[in-house]
């Protein structure tokens, strides 16, 4: 099952990932944004985990070779 896939049948999810991408898109969010970000998480204990959760797999992710590199000619 793909993360599209889960993520159609899991809304909590879903935010925490959207959550999780956009404060990587703009490292600094607005007032605004960080307040509403602190309800979400404030709201259910289970937005808290599944924003935990997609944190870790992002920081993991990104330790993860890419799975076919691709030889550059001439690259540094």
Known sequence: MGISSASSQDPVWDMA???IQRQH???TLDDQ???ELAQ???ADPRHRAAYDQ???LWFVAG???PANPIDIPDAP
Do not use: I, K, M
């Open 40 to 42: 979400w998480l404030d």
């Open 54 to 56: 997609a944190s870790r």
């Open 25 to 27: 898109a703009t490292p």
């Open 63 to 65: 330790f993860v070779p």
């Open 33 to 35: 944004a960080a307040r």
């Open 17 to 19: 990932w959207t959550w």
